[in-house]
């Protein structure tokens, strides 16, 4: 089959799968920054006594969770982190491929000389791995304490984020492990991002260059976010709370 076949539809797979990253990582991260707002207006940790979801006593943050519990985001969200996961796994298929035909740890071949030029796009594997690494971590932290049990009915549900966020992001060296996991995932989406939109045709003279500034502030954004909602739950953990 053609798509499965050519290294353009190979290229095309990895790139339909990685906008599903970004979208996947996007919302997360706005969702978990609104505990960052939260503490500025005065309601982080405010949870309603009820379990009803947008009770009116609860914090952005926990309506944020509250909103991706609605059945239109629970629907949305599984295939999002199937495109995550189709994305990691087709990469992982990719490299063992390329390391059985060539001998060597070499990532899938590029057409352009741009893609060959970053530091990013030569460890593409290397910073793939250590993103899913720490993404066992990040599952057994938050997703087996929330959303598991929701969905699952297995182990025990915390109807409290906020006390989620400090527990886990007040321990320092859990802090660090987790700065290391969003810079990799820097360094892997900037040049994941232009590359994606290079695949699809997008990659004439100017608009290549927009691209790949653009990525860099949107891949930006995101882990920016990311960093500020784990630091601001250390703070809140060791300082504040």
């Known amino acids: 089959m053609f798509i499965f076949n050519s290294s353009i539809g ?15 990582l996007l919302l997360h991260s706005v969702i978990n920054f609104f505990s960052v707002i939260d503490s500025f207006t005065g309601k982080f940790g405010s949870v309603a006594v009820d ?7 609860d914090g952005l943050f926990k309506l944020g969770c509250d ?11 599984p295939v999002l982190a199937l495109g995550f996961v189709v994305h990691i796994a087709y990469g992982c298929w990719l490299t063992a491929k390329n390391m059985m035909a060539r ?21 593409m594997f290397v910073l793939g791995i250590v993103i899913l690494g720490i993404i066992v971590f990040h599952l057994f932290h938050f997703w087996a304490k ?21 527990t886990v992001f007040g321990h320092w060296w859990i802090l660090l492990i987790y700065i ?6 820097w360094f892997h989406l900037t040049h994941g991002f232009w590359s994606m939109f290079q695949t699809v045709g ?14 860099v502030i949107v891949v930006s954004l995101i882990c920016l976010m990311f960093v500020a909602v784990a630091v601001n739950a250390f703070i809140q953990a060791n300082f504040i709370g």
């Open 10 to 24: 190979k290229k095309f797979i990895q790139a339909v799968s990685g906008a599903f990253l970004i979208l996947f």
């Open 51 to 57: 379990d009803k979801l947008f009770s009116a006593g």
């Open 67 to 77: 909103f991706m519990s609605t059945p239109v985001i629970s629907l949305m969200v």
């Open 103 to 123: 001998g060597g740890v070499k990532r899938y071949e590029v057409s352009s000389r741009a893609a060959t030029d970053s530091w990013a796009a030569r460890n």
């Open 146 to 166: 929330m959303q598991m049990p929701e969905l699952l009915h297995i182990g025990t549900y915390v109807d409290d984020p906020y006390l989620l966020l400090t």
């Open 180 to 185: 290391i996991w969003f810079a990799a995932i």
């Open 202 to 215: 997008w990659d004439g003279q100017t608009w290549f260059k927009r691209v790949k500034v653009i990525g």
